[in-house]
């Protein structure tokens, strides 16, 4: 497996491309997010693991470019900054997963393999549709009652995940596992808040809510 | 002193108005009542006039010679004229060449009597009828003695009042020192009150007027200033504390460590501990990092469902230990909505149910919700080591940790964190604890 690294800090860098090395993937270390941008683009990797601090570009918008031109490349965020508001800002600006340094060898190496496994095609032509809702999982587009809505890249994939298994009740941890990745619980509650942005953009306005509370359970799109 | 100059000068201003207001009004009055006087004086005059010319062989002579006593004297500078019926002079006592005009006359008849300025000479005009015909008397005299007790009394108030003013400013000038003293006093005090004398306190003399409670609501606010640098002090002492421990663990071993050449197990124990002591303080670390983010924005405001947040609250901290929720909610929904900083409640009731988690002793642990009219309250049940009654009101200081607690793992900051949070918020928490039986943690929350 290939993997570009975009990391300023020498040390960690380091230590990184040693570990990954070790698990049998091919590391290229890039230390700026002109350079990471650059490589990434120009060759084929199977994911990107960046940090959000960089010299001569950030992370966020490397990240954001690469969302534009190579909507399937895998980007992992490896950074300090572990606020709410930061790993939100990582999310709306594309990236598929987040992890707050400093973090455990352990959890990247299971991040990065669930990253490049999630690789599911999805045919051109699929639409999702509940009630006034319509979801199109390969131009990722939605719209309810003809209007079409903006979701972010995460907002979509969650929206996606509820939608293809409508009507069932997903549990708080099946949906982090799904949508974000294994073992997501970290005491915050990310899904929350994306549930209900997704809520406050899907729902509201709307006469009838689709996005349901399950208190014990979990979270479900129902048809009404 | 700007406020003692200011009061002075208003006080002053406000008392010349006054005073001007009651002098001029005095002398306006007194001035109209001379002028209606002397109008008085002149229409008596003009009668008597008349009465003496033309009544002279009319009236018994005793009689004639009591009107001429009772009104002998002339009015100094009057000027007299009675005209007949065809509006020719008939009288003429002085030498000044006065007449007045037909117009005048004619008026005199038409109203029966007239009266005017002529510059500063009052004139009256009255018809006087006869046997003799239609007399119109006219008079005009200057109320010398008058306007002389005019200037008389205009300088007298002028003088008055020049006089009180200055009376005035200088009792106010004292006045408003003596008032303002106090005030001086409590900042030379209070100069003498800085950071480092902090324990300074200013007199209170338990007096009930407006100083004495100006130096009571200062001192506690000193009071209050005081104890939170102490607070500061304790916190950075204990932080630095508790940061420096893991530390001196951690360069410690690995120090020892790379003095000799030790075997393989060694090594790996060495790293083990080393790894250990950095997780520790990395946790340490974000528990400090979230004690000093939590501050509320009110952008950040969200209408959040109590059932709902607690559920995912245990989702998130109870994966792996038995919690049960109980809601005694009622159908008013508002009543179990809250409008607060999402995240931060989450974190804030979540350290709750992690302690009550930690402290359990394996058994199970309630989460209590109930709504109703009276109250909306969350209580955290668990039945398991309970918190000693000295220990109560200190478990929510920065790392403190209670002796049957040392012996779990933790850092002393998770309670402080969600105390500071609820504050912020408005929600009320109380504990209630017995040894060995187990703690409750009551937090209530404001309702609308």
């Known amino acids: 497996m290939n993997i570009l690294l975009v990391e300023d800090e020498l040390k960690v860098a380091d230590f990184i491309r040693k570990g990954l090395k070790e698990q049998l993937y091919d590391v ?117 009652n003809k209007k079409e809505i903006q979701l972010t890249a995460k907002e979509f994939a969650l929206l996606e995940v509820l939608v293809i298994h409508k009507n069932r009740v997903l549990s708080r941890t099946k949906i982090a596992e799904m949508v974000w990745g294994i073992d997501f619980n970290r005491g915050t509650n990310l899904i929350d808040v994306y549930i209900n942005y997704l809520r406050s953009k899907i729902d509201k306005g709307f006469e009838q809510q689709l996005i349901h509370t399950v208190i014990g359970m979990g979270y479900t799109l129902k048809e009404p | 002193m700007k406020i003692k100059d200011r009061l002075l000068m208003q006080f002053t201003v406000l008392f010349a108005i006054l005073l001007l207001g009651v002098l001029t009004g005095i002398y306006f009055i007194t001035d109209s009542n001379r002028k209606s006087e002397f109008r008085n004086r002149l229409t008596e005059r003009a009668t008597v006039v008349a009465q003496l010319f033309l009544a002279e062989d009319n009236l018994p002579s005793d009689k004639f010679k009591d009107i001429i006593k009772k009104y002998p004297q002339s009015i100094p500078g009057e000027i007299v004229r009675i005209y007949d019926s065809s509006d020719q002079p008939v009288f003429l006592r002085d030498s000044i060449s006065h007449e007045w005009s037909r117009a005048i006359i004619h008026k005199v008849r038409s109203s029966g009597s007239i009266r005017y300025f002529d510059r500063n000479r009052q004139v009256v005009g009255i018809l006087y009828q006869d046997n003799s015909g239609d007399f119109c008397v006219l008079i005009s005299a200057v109320d010398q003695y008058g306007i002389k007790a005019m200037q008389q009394l205009f300088r007298v108030m002028l003088l008055f009042f020049l006089s009180s003013l200055l009376i005035t400013l200088i009792i106010g000038h004292f006045f408003s020192r003596v008032a303002l003293q106090p ?10 009150v800085r950071s480092t004398s902090l324990d300074q306190r200013l007199n209170e003399s338990g007096g009930k007027d407006e100083i004495s409670e100006l130096i009571r609501s200062f001192n506690d606010m000193l009071e209050h200033l005081e104890q939170s640098f102490e607070t500061q002090k304790q916190f950075v002492s204990n932080a630095s504390h508790e940061l420096r421990t893991p530390l001196t663990s951690i360069i410690g071993s690995l120090e020892v460590s790379l003095r000799a050449k030790r075997s393989e197990d060694d090594y790996r124990k060495t790293l083990e501990t080393v790894l250990n002591e950095t997780e520790h303080l990395n946790e340490l670390l974000n528990s400090l990092l979230e004690l000093a983010q939590a501050t509320i924005v009110d952008e950040d405001r969200q209408d959040v469902r109590l059932d709902e947040l607690m559920w995912q609250v245990k989702d998130e901290y109870a994966a792996h230990h038995e919690v049960e929720l109980i809601y005694h909610l009622s159908a008013d929904q508002h009543l179990y909505t809250f409008s607060c900083n999402r995240h931060l409640l989450f974190l804030a009731i979540g350290n709750i149910l992690k302690n009550a988690i930690k402290f359990s002793d394996g058994k199970k642990v309630d989460c209590i919700l109930t709504a109703n009219n009276h109250k909306t309250s969350l209580i955290i049940r668990d039945y398991g080591i309970g918190i000693n009654e000295k220990d109560r009101e200190n478990i929510f200081r920065p790392f403190f940790r209670a002796a049957n607690a040392k012996k779990y793992e933790g850092v002393g900051i998770g309670l402080s964190l969600s105390e500071k949070i609820f504050r912020l918020h408005n929600v009320l928490l109380t504990v209630r604890s017995q040894p060995g039986n187990g703690t409750d943690m009551i937090m209530e929350f404001p309702q609308h």
């Open chain 1, 28 to 144: 290229t270390v890039a230390y700026d997010g002109l350079t990471g941008e650059r490589l990434a683009l120009e060759n084929d990797y199977d994911v990107v693991v960046m940090d959000v601090i960089l010299p001569q570009r950030n992370g966020l918008e490397v990240c954001k470019e690469l969302r534009r031109l190579k909507p399937e490349l895998p980007v992992l965020l490896l950074t300090a900054l572990g606020t709410m508001q930061d790993k939100m800002a990582g999310f709306d600006c594309g990236a598929d997963d987040y992890l707050v340094k400093p973090f455990h060898f352990e959890e990247l190496i299971a991040r990065l393999r669930v990253l490049t496994r999630r690789k599911t095609l999805i045919a051109p032509g699929t639409i999702y549709r509940v009630a006034d809702l319509e979801v199109d999982g390969y131009k990722k587009k939605v719209t309810r």
């Open chain 2, 183 to 192: 005030i001086k006093k409590m900042i030379r005090d209070i100069r003498i």
